[in-house]
């Protein structure tokens, strides 16, 4: 969502070829990406009276102040407002629709959007309508686009409805559904007491996120690997507590961070986020950086558009500025989200062959 004049100071042609090329989004969060203006309709509409203010070029400031305070359970806090507006079916269709919609104009291919339909429910929906009305959305604003969109259902951790939740993706997993995660406040509240949920969609083979190794270390991803059986890691940006980098620039790993590059374990990193949680100081010192070089699977995600004011495109072009990623580090990144996507085989390879390695192959010959 940065304007233009923001991005005046970058390369016109590297934001356009970045715009472009295909994308791939494992992580952002419904209730995190909604549009401001949205909101304001949404809350008059039901009465809601909390806003802050209902101008929407402030709302949007105030979303990213709000969440640009160093941490984690400070920035949990701005999402009251966008779970409040969502609490009605067609409240849920239009901000998913408009997600779907704003995905596909920021050049993204294929996206797995998470939330949790237990924050849904106040107004008298049920569970499962919260879930329908949500893949609707999604369904109504990807029509006739070049883009698929994966639900991931969420519960939260600080709750104890994690079986019921996870039984709920499950019975929406062949409408839309493509797997399970936990979120919310991760200190104190370990992947493990979730532990019968995740062996629930363990046993029906179900795919499995967590988030894991945001605002807590190495035990909270361990839990999330060897106990909870996730495939993927949300955010996973502690895995740098066990690499040791000495003065020569050499990498030595521990066992859980081996573990997780041998194994290919897909990291869902969120560098702009993680700097509003306070969990990196900057892009510069982001561990994206030294993980890329050291090529664990990482991917390039938003976690939350609005909270962060933040596209696809413009965590790309954070990353081609500091770190000067080129098309071809764009690509692989993008091949490494859509390898660990949970969406069928086929269709991956799909979205690999026909829209992914041409895009990108289009945008070198065209610098040739």
Known sequence: MTSDDERSGSNPRQVEQILAAPKVLLHDHLDGSMRPTTVIDLAAEQGYTNLPTTDPDDLAKWFTRGADRRNLELYLETFAHTVGVTQTKDGLIRAAAESAEDMAADGIVYAEVRFAPEQHTEAGLTLDEVVEAVVEGFRIGSANKPIQIGTLVTAMRTAARSYEIAELAIRHRDAGVVGFDIAG???????????????LCMRENLPITIHAGEAFGLPSIAEALNHCGAQRLGHGVRIVDDIEVGDDGKATLGRLASWVRDRRVPLEMCPTSNINTGVAPSIAEHPIGLLRRLRFRVTVNTDNRLMSDVTLSDEFLNLSETFGYGLSDMEWLTL?????????????????TEQIKPGYAALRNANL
């Open 185 to 199: 406040a991760e200190a104190g509240y370990p992947p493990t007491r979730h532990l019968d949920a995740f062996q």
């Open 336 to 352: 490494n989200a859509m390898k660990s996507a949970f969406w069928p085989f086929e269709q991956r390879l799909r979205i690999i």
